[in-house]
C-alpha cells in the first residue's frame, strides 16, 4: 500500500467513520424512532446479498414494481421492459448504503462482504467508454455514485472485508469519476439542468476524499453558479417539478454537510439564503400528510426529511417547525449524537403564514392550520417549465380534513408510450379545456411542442375570504383566453369560475380528477363525494346550454412505474362563455346547498343578466352567504350590485348574509 493511500485511508475514517459508540447511539436512535425504515434497509440489504433488485427508497427517481433477481454475474446495464430507467437507477447505487445501515443495526459481515463483491465487480467490469456515456456512465449516475459511494463506505471502515486491495481501488474509481466530471464538456446543460447540481455535488464529495483541491473547488464554483441560475427568486427550481427541486435541495444540503464536516464553507451566507428559500418553498408547499405535490414528473413522497435537513443544516426555527421534531433516519446516520441531540434540543419558530405565494413559479398554497387533519388548496399557474413539466396551466389540488380530494396525475413512466403524453396533458389535470382540445402536445418523451406563457396570477386574504385568480392564452390560436378564479369561504366552500373569453361558441369544459380513496356518484348538476374522512358536494352552473356532467375512470400514478385507477368528472356545457363549480364540504352531516340568484344592482334598480355577472346564495351549517361574479369589470350600470341585500362595487364579491350587513367584501375590483 502506498503511502498516499494510508493517508487517504486515515483521512476518510476521521471526517467520516465513527466510533462503535457513535454506532451504537445511531443504532439504538433509528431503532426506538424509525423502525420501519430499519426494516425497510434490513430488508433491501437481504435482497441485494441475494443479487436481487427492487428499487423503492423513498428518494429513489424512478422506483420499480417489481424485483429482478440475478442467478450468475449481475448484468449492470440490464434493460427492464424496455425501460432505461432502470439502468440509470442500478448504476446510481443509492442502495449499497443501505448495506452499511444494515451493517451497523445487525452487525452481520454478510452486508459487508457484499458491499465489497458488488463494488469490485462493478468496478471491474463496468469500466468508463465513451460508448457507455447514454447507459452506465452518464454524467448524472457518475455524480450520484460519487457521493452514494462514499457514504456507504463510511459504514464498513473497520471491516476485515474492506481490505488494502478494496480501499486502493475504491481510491483509484473515484479518482477516474472525478476526473470524467471535472471534464465534463456539457458545462451548458449541467449549469441550467438539476443533472449538474447532482454531478457536482458527487465532485465536491470525490474532491474532499481523495484530497483534490481542483476537483473540490471546481465543484463549489459550479454548486454556486447552479444555484443563481437555476433557483427562481420565490425558491422553486425552475424544471417546474416538485421532485426534482427536492433533489436539487438535497444535493446542497448534502455539500452543505461534507463542507461542515471537512471544517469549511462552500456557500456565503447569500448562498445559504438560496438554498434556505428553496426550503421554505418546500416546507410551505407541503400537503397536510407533509408530501410534495405530484406537480410535473413527481412521486407521492413525503419531505419533512428534507425540511428537518435543511433546519438543521441552516439552523433554523422557522424550518423545523415543518419538518419532524427529531433528525429523521438517514440524518441520524450523516451526524453524531451530539448533533441528533442539538437538533431536538431547537425550538420551533412561530407557525408559518397560511397563505403562500410562489409568484415565480406559479403556485399558490392556502392551508386552514398545520396539523395532519387540516384543509389545503393548491393553485397552479406557472411557466411549463423544461422535459420535466406538464400542461398545468390553472391546475388544482385540493385535500379536505387531511384527506386528498383532487389530485394531479403523476407521471408513470419516461418511455416513449401513449400514456406518457396522456399523464402530461392538461386533459390529466384539474383544468379547464375547450372540448377535447389540448393547448399544447409533446414532440417526443422530454420535447413539448408549445410553452404558452401563464398571463399572471393574483392571491388577497380578506377577513375570512380568500380569492386567487390566473390565466393563459394556450388556446390563442382558437381566439380563447381561458381565466380561473377561485373564491375560499374559510376552507368550507371553494367556488371555482373558469371564464372561456373571445370569439366563437366552444364547449367549455372542466376536469376534475379525484383520489382513489374518494367514492363519487352525480347527478344532474351536482357531484357527491366521500371518502374515508371528508364529504363534500360539488354543485355546477353554467351560463350557456345542456351543462352535463360525465363520470370516467382516469389513471393515476403516485410513484414511478406505479399505476391504479380513480374517478373523474368532466363537466361541459355548449353557448356559454363561464361554468362555475362550488365544492362544499359536508360539516357535521349538515348538507350544504347553493342556488343561483340573479345579480341586483342597486344604483340602477335592476337585475344584470348573467352574461353579466352571476350571484349566489350558499347555505352551511347555520351561516348564509352571497356571492357575486361579473363577467365584466363594474361600471355602465353593472355596478353597486349584489344578492341577498348585501352590495359592492367590484368584479369578485362575497358576504355572509345577516341582519344588519349591507356591504360585501371585495376581493377583485
Not at 469519476?177 to 458545462?187: A, F, I, R, T, V
Amino acid at each position: 500500500m502506498t503511502s498516499k493511500t494510508k493517508t487517504l485511508i486515515k483521512d476518510f475514517k476521521d471526517h467520516l467513520g465513527f466510533s462503535h459508540r457513535e454506532r451504537q447511539a445511531q443504532v439504538q436512535a433509528c431503532r426506538q424512532l424509525w423502525p420501519e425504515a430499519c426494516d425497510r434497509s434490513i430488508r433491501t440489504a437481504d435482497q441485494l446479498c441475494e443479487k436481487t433488485f427492487l428499487f423503492q427508497l423513498p428518494w429513489d427517481m424512478e422506483q420499480t414494481q417489481e424485483p429482478v433477481s440475478f442467478s450468475d454475474e449481475i448484468q449492470w446495464d440490464f434493460l427492464f421492459h424496455g425501460d432505461q430507467e432502470f439502468i440509470f437507477q442500478m448504476n446510481r447505487h443509492r442502495y449499497w448504503i443501505c448495506l452499511g445501515q444494515a451493517y451497523a443495526l445487525t452487525g452481520d459481515e454478510k452486508y459487508a462482504e457484499c458491499f465489497v463483491t458488488q463494488l469490485m465487480d462493478w468496478i471491474s467490469r463496468v469500466p468508463y467508454g465513451d460508448d457507455k456515456q447514454k447507459t452506465t456512465w452518464r454524467t448524472l449516475e457518475a455524480g450520484l455514485r460519487g457521493d452514494y459511494w462514499i457514504r456507504a463506505m463510511a459504514f464498513f471502515t473497520d471491516s476485515s472485508k474492506v481490505t488494502e486491495n478494496v480501499w486502493q481501488t475504491f481510491f483509484e474509481a473515484l479518482r477516474v469519476h472525478g476526473e470524467y466530471l471535472y471534464n465534463n464538456p456539457k458545462l451548458g446543460f449541467s449549469r441550467k439542468s438539476n443533472w449538474g447540481v447532482m454531478e457536482y455535488c458527487g465532485l465536491y464529495a470525490i474532491g474532499k476524499v481523495l484530497q483534490n483541491e481542483e476537483f473540490s473547488s471546481r465543484a463549489a464554483k459550479r454548486l454556486c453558479e447552479t444555484a443563481v441560475i437555476q433557483v427562481m427568486e420565490d425558491g422553486m427550481q425552475w424544471e417546474q417539478s416538485g421532485m426534482y427541486h427536492n433533489e436539487v435541495l438535497m444535493s446542497y444540503l448534502e455539500v452543505m454537510c461534507l463542507a461542515d464536516i471537512y471544517g469549511e464553507t462552500v456557500f456565503d451566507h447569500g448562498y445559504q439564503q438560496i438554498v434556505r428559500k428553496m426550503a421554505l418553498a418546500t416546507m410551505n408547499s407541503q400537503n397536510p400528510a407533509g408530501k410534495q405535490p405530484m406537480m410535473g414528473d413527481s412521486d407521492d413522497t413525503d419531505v419533512r426529511d428534507l425540511v428537518t435537513w435543511a433546519a438543521w443544516s441552516l439552523r433554523d426555527e422557522t424550518l423545523k417547525r415543518g419538518g419532524f421534531p427529531v433528525m429523521d433516519f438517514e440524518m441520524i446516520w450523516l451526524y453524531g449524537q451530539e448533533p441528533f441531540q442539538a437538533y431536538k434540543q431547537m425550538t420551533e419558530g412561530e407557525e408559518p403564514e397560511l397563505l403562500t405565494v410562489l409568484a415565480d413559479s406559479g403556485q399558490i398554497f392556502y392551508r386552514s392550520d398545520w396539523t395532519d387533519n387540516g384543509d389545503w388548496i393548491h393553485f397552479v399557474n406557472g411557466p411549463v417549465g423544461g422535459g420535466h413539466g406538464h400542461y398545468d396551466m390553472l391546475h388544482v389540488d385540493l385535500c379536505l380534513e387531511g384527506e386528498e380530494i383532487l389530485t394531479d396525475s403523476g407521471r408513470y413512466t419516461y418511455m416513449d408510450v401513449p400514456l406518457r403524453y396522456q399523464l402530461k396533458a392538461a386533459q390529466a389535470h384539474n383544468v379547464p379545456v375547450i372540448g377535447e382540445k389540448e393547448y399544447g402536445d409533446s414532440v417526443d418523451s422530454w420535447t413539448l411542442s408549445a410553452l404558452p406563457a401563464p398571463l399572471g396570477m393574483k392571491a388577497v386574504k380578506r377577513g375570512e375570504f380568500a380569492y386567487f385568480e390566473g390565466s393563459h392564452f394556450g388556446y390563442y390560436q382558437e381566439g380563447k383566453l381561458l381565466k380561473r378564479s377561485i373564491l375560499c369561504i374559510g376552507h368550507d366552500v371553494y367556488a371555482v369560475m373558469d371564464e372561456f373569453q373571445g370569439a366563437g361558441n366552444e364547449i367549455c369544459c372542466q376536469r376534475w380528477h379525484f383520489s382513489e380513496t374518494i367514492a363519487v356518484d352525480a347527478d344532474k348538476d351536482q357531484i357527491v363525494g366521500k371518502g374515508e374522512k371528508a364529504e363534500f358536494v360539488m354543485k355546477c352552473f353554467a351560463n350557456g346550454e345542456n351543462l352535463a356532467i360525465d363520470l370516467s375512470r382516469t389513471p393515476i400514478s403516485r410513484h414511478y412505474n406505479l399505476l391504479s385507477e380513480r374517478s373523474c368528472a368532466g363537466i361541459s356545457a355548449r353557448n356559454g362563455n363561464s361554468i362555475i363549480t362550488f365544492i362544499m364540504k359536508k360539516k357535521d352531516g349538515a348538507e350544504p346547498s347553493v342556488v343561483r340568484e340573479p345579480v341586483y344592482s342597486a344604483a340602477y334598480n335592476k337585475y344584470l343578466d348573467k352574461n353579466q355577472g352571476e350571484g349566489f346564495v350558499i347555505q352551511i351549517g347555520d351561516k348564509k352567504y352571497g356571492v357575486v361574479f361579473l363577467h365584466n369589470s363594474p361600471g355602465n350600470q353593472e355596478d353597486f350590485v349584489g344578492v341577498g341585500g348585501c352590495f359592492g362595487i367590484g368584479k369578485v364579491m362575497a358576504g355572509q348574509l345577516k341582519e344588519g350587513r349591507e356591504q360585501m367584501t371585495v376581493l377583485q375590483w
